[in-house]
């Protein structure tokens, strides 16, 4: 079983930033892919970036050029640099791990993101 903390969310004004970590711990090896996704009030969860163990990243278009994922594989941490936030990236944000490729996935308990004018 793998268990999430998460940290870093807060209040910042636009065009501020923050840094979200999760650490994941548990038994695990490797794991196959960590990722961001956020909720905000009244939306589905969306993806927002994502990084294999090979490095493979994906980030959803509205966050692309703002926002950065890194993992160290060796603690099993990933991290969210956000930059240059807007107000629509008012969110709640979740980790998500996936220890092995088709694997369901596990999840953070959320951190929330307000940004403000």
């Known amino acids: 079983q793998v268990q999430l903390v998460e940290s870093g969310g807060g209040l910042v004004q636009t065009g501020g930033s923050l840094r979200l970590s999760c650490a994941a711990s548990?038994?695990?090896?490797?794991?196959?892919?960590m990722a961001w996704y956020r909720q905000a009030p009244g939306k589905q969860r969306e993806l927002v970036a994502a990084?294999?163990?090979?490095?493979?990243?994906n980030y959803a278009d509205s966050v692309k050029g703002r926002f950065t994922i890194s993992r160290d594989n060796k603690k099993n941490t990933v991290v969210l640099q956000m930059d240059s936030l807007k107000l629509e990236d008012t969110a709640v944000y979740y980790c998500?791990?996936?220890?092995?490729?088709?694997?369901?996935?596990?999840w953070g308990q959320g951190t929330q993101v307000t940004v403000s004018s």
């Open positions: 990084i294999t163990s090979q490095g493979v990243i």
């Open positions: 998500n791990v996936v220890v092995v490729a088709g694997a369901l996935p596990s």
């Open positions: 548990g038994s695990l090896f490797n794991i196959y892919a």
